[in-house]
């Protein structure tokens, strides 16, 4: 019988160890905060370029990037007809390619209280008036992330909704992945 309990507790402390590692929540910022996660890529990571309408495309090649999350101060619930959110981060995209342009994005990312997003490993980032989105994964067992574009999922960069145009970065085919680890911010 004390085997049994011994085992039973085992077994739930390794459940609980690999959820803890997991989940994305433990690398999120208290309020008022920011945490910040940064990569230099040698080779460079391919990434997807588009016009808002998909009518110029090409593929540009990403030396560095700078991903940070901030957990406003002052942000508050939210909900209506049976949805919203319990917090909201925002998220910055700072890249440099490799021929020498930097483009800059941020996003909203919605977070809900629940034994479900408290448990997934992922932040689900968007921008409001068809600006794109981007998924944001913790790197398991890790104090890193990586943003994930799907194929076709996509970010605006540099402008805002009603600024029109705009660049887009993402992914048109294949799936593309930028994965950063935990930096100081300002870096």
Not at 25 to 41: H, I, N, Q, S, V
Not at 52 to 66: A, P
Not at 78 to 107: I, K, N
Not at 111 to 125: H, M, V
């Amino acid at each position: 019988m004390r085997k049994l309990a011994i085992s039973i507790v085992a077994i739930f402390s390794a459940l609980a160890s690999a959820l803890y590692l997991w989940r994305v929540e433990p690398l999120l910022p208290a309020r008022g905060e920011t945490a910040c996660f940064a990569a230099d890529y040698d080779p460079p990571r391919a990434i997807d370029l588009s016009s808002s309408r998909r009518d110029r495309k090409s593929v540009g090649e990403i030396s560095s990037l700078r991903l940070a999350i901030a957990f406003l101060a002052d942000e508050k619930p939210f909900r209506s007809e049976g949805r919203g959110y319990d917090w909201r981060y925002s998220l910055s995209l700072d890249m440099r390619l490799t021929d020498g342009r930097r483009l800059t994005s941020g996003a909203i990312c919605e977070w809900t209280n629940d034994l479900l997003d408290r448990s997934f490993p992922a932040l689900f980032c968007y921008i409001d008036c068809d600006g794109g989105s981007v998924t944001v994964f913790r790197k398991i067992g890790q104090n890193a992330l990586s943003a994930w574009f799907e194929p076709g999922e996509r970010l605006r960069t540099g402008q805002s909704c009603d600024g029109g145009g705009g660049l887009f970065i993402g992914a048109d085919i294949e799936r593309r992945k930028l994965p950063v680890k935990a930096a100081k911010c300002g870096e």
